[in-house]
């Protein structure tokens, strides 16, 4: 029989992950701050929750994702919280991208209860979380990861266990920053392009071709294109990232000097105004440190 499974945080990810494993036979019960995004899980056979505590004391994996380490805090430890509800020999997995550090901890307050954790954010945006595609890292113990191993799998194309728990989110922070400094490379090359009298379509079409070629080309090329920044990934959300990537950098004694730069853009981002926007629109901050706007718009 496969586990009930809870669901906190139905957000732009996490409602089409949600619908993913309903649709492949999970009892599902679910809970978010904001009733009508679970009103149309309900609507699939879903059953709605008032509070973590409700889902934790119904499920027999709990699967949280959400915007910020406070956010988790709060869902997992706090009034009305997961710890108040959960059952021995329940299983955590938080696939929101947040602070390591805080990941260990609330792991040792579930041990504390009889149950585990696994921290498992991801990347792909919500394309993948629609298409069931995305990369999962997973840090806990390996017996933990294989009993979800079979909600990975529904989820994402590309799952890997990278180590203990926090070790997911340390890999996620890797990732923000390569993605990060990605767009602001792509960026200023469509600039420098622009600048120089070659369009942002051939700037994305040639270098596609060759070993500056990469994802943020393919996924974001429209966006970049027509600067209608729909948010798949909020800049805002991005900005956290880094600061996670960045604090981590500094307890560990990793030197992150182009991320640190690349955050500092992000910031500038969020006090225009533009943080709800999909984190591709930092070209839009290139542009205006150029005095040049780019591509078809």
Known sequence: MLDTVGFIGLGIMGLPMARNLQRAGH???VQSRTAAKAATLVEEG???AATPREVA???DVIVT???DTPDVEAVVAGPSGVLEGVRAGALLIDMSTISPGVTRRLAARLEERGASMLDAPVSGGDVGAIQGTLTIMVGGAARDFERAKPLFEVMGRHVAHVGGIGAGQVTKAANQVVVGVTIAAVAEALVLGQRGGVPAETILDVLGTGVAG????ELKRQKLLTHVFDPGFRAELHHKDLGIALAEGRESGAALPVTALVDQLFGVMKRKGWGGEDH???IRVIEELSAQRTGSQ
Not at 214 to 217: D, K, P
């Open 65 to 67: 994702v959400l915007p």
């Open 57 to 59: 004391a119904r499920a």
């Open 280 to 282: 591709s629109g930092l």
């Open 214 to 217: 990469n994802r943020v080309m």
């Open 46 to 48: 879903a059953v709605a």
């Open 27 to 29: 009892r599902m019960v």
